[in-house]
């Protein structure tokens, strides 16, 4: 079984007073957007987030083909990382993929490559890594418990780094060439603010 982590708990703040979340993108909640191109290769979404949002993202959800459980955070504003790691204690499944909830380009053949990479290698997590030296720790594939216990370990230790979990697993870095091979690099592309969700509302 596998699962996805959608980490929506963020504040939206470059996007101004409304939760980038639920912004409507070219007439589709953007969270529903990243969670529809999930559904053929995960049994399970798990949705992260504040308990504010819950009611506006569960009606975002409707009528979701896959189970969706959410995993609220109990501290809330503590950062991406802690986010990943309260979502990932929420799974099901051996293996999860993490995708930021502003990334409504996420390519399947991606996300599938990367499960791929993580379970043949049978290593806590793969992580893309991209030309421009960036890891891409929202859009990866997690051993869920292992990396659930690594954040909460992070974060007791008071390090909010979100490579600081890593540090203590075995991982495999994935390559922008090798993403290339199985999908569109555009599918770590994020929106942030105002004009680049214009933008992309422009690409649907
Ligand atoms: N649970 C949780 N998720 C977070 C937190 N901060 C950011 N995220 C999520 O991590 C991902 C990447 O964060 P950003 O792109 O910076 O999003 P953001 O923090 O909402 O936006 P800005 O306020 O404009 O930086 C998004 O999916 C956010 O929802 C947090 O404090 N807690």
Same mark, same amino acid.
């Given at each position: 079984m596998r699962s996805a982590v959608v980490v929506a708990g963020g504040r939206s703040t470059r996007f101004g007073d409304a939760d980038k979340a639920v912004a409507e993108l070219a007439g589709t909640p953007m969270i529903r957007r990243v969670a529809d191109r999930l559904v053929s290769t995960v049994d399970e979404l798990v949705v992260n987030c504040r308990a504010d949002q819950r009611a506006a993202i569960e009606s975002a959800m409707g009528d979701y083909p896959l189970p969706v459980r959410y995993a609220l955070d109990t501290d809330t504003d503590e950062g991406p990382m802690a986010g990943i790691g309260t979502g990932l204690g929420a799974c099901d499944g051996e293996y999860a993929v993490v995708v930021a909830?502003?990334?409504?380009? #996420?390519d399947s053949g991606v996300v599938e490559y990367l499960f791929e990479r993580a379970e043949e290698e049978n290593v806590d997590a793969a992580v893309p890594k991209l030309d421009d030296g960036w890891y891409q720790t929202t859009q990866a594939v997690y051993r869920a418990d292992a990396m659930a216990a690594a954040c909460e370990a992070a974060l007791e230790r008071g390090d909010r780094k979100i490579?600081?979990?890593?540090?203590?697993l075995a991982w495999v870095v994935v390559e922008e060439s090798e993403i290339r091979e199985h999908g569109d #690099?555009?599918?770590f592309e994020n929106v942030n603010t105002r004009d680049e969700f214009e933008d992309a509302q422009t690409r649907f």
């Open positions: 909830c502003d990334m409504p380009f #996420v490579l600081a979990p890593l540090e203590e #690099v555009g599918t």
